[in-house]
């Protein structure tokens, strides 16, 4: 390779690796206090949005996400601590614009199904296992099975 | 426990294929989510009157106060559904004598004046919310969007996306009737 095409190539390496996660915050929404706007963007990473539903309002371009952007800066800005913030949303919205479900009875399924898959599927093999061991060795032949086993191996062998 | 064992894959079975055969259903809709607002009072909202309509701006005192089941519309003139929603709406307010109020989501009140006297002017107050506050207090996620609310302020029914088709249609008369009879 030529030297000019390798410096291309290290430079698109480069300017690849460089690349981050993608985020659709705008620079007009971006707070002056960088403490509340990590806790913002925190935020925002846990809310769903309503639109494009399985993006959080972080990541999303839908305008009702800018908006709820804005309000969560908004209420962090008017002092709410996190919890406040969320259940603000929350009561507009419900439980489905959060990304991690509460834990309420009707999620109790939702938290304990795979736990309980995953214990039943271990009880079971579990089970297989000590049947399998439960069934003893394999037996040795006794020298009478053992001749008849090589008269039958010694007629096959003939009749091909 | 033999017996037990013997039946559980054919139990599991049956289960996990009941639960794919719920899932195949066409009528669901695995994106929508449930309203927050059903059986409960209209939000707190106050929105000034789209300049040049000759109707009122809306807020929440006005649908408490009502005496009447209410649709309350949400729509803009840059949302093509809304378009084809507004005919449907126009009769339902002129023939059915259904009363219906607007919010003008996001929408220069110049162009929604200019949509309005294009198309008609079904509604009987409009609240003009540029910003969107009023649209994330009532928790749409889209336009257009429309909520029966009853007599006594409670929001009985949300429709999401136009009224359009007959299955829409007959949701939103069917809201639209019960809220008349629990309101009387």
Redo the contacts between chains.
Sequence with gaps: MTTVVRALLRAALISLALTGAAFAVEPDEILDDPVLEARARALSAELRC??C?NESIDSSNA??AR??RI?VRERLVAGDTDAEVLDHV?????D??LFRPPWKPVTYALWLGPALVGLIGFVAVVLVLARRRAAGPVEELSPEEQAAYEAIGRDAGESR | MTRLALALPLLIALTIGGALLWGLDAGRDP?A????LISQPV?EFDLPPVPGTGVPGLSAADLGAAGGPILVNVFASWCVPCRAEHAVLSRMAREDGVRLMGINY?DEPGDALAWLEELGNPYERIGSDL???A????????VPETFVVDAAGTVVHRQVGPILGPDALAEVERALAAAAGAGT
């Design positions: 309503v639109v539903q305008s009702v908006d709820l309000l929350v009561a507009r919205y419900g489905f614009v | 994106s989510i449930p309203s927050v939000p996001k910003a969107g506050r649209g994330i207090e009532w928790g749409i996620s889209g």
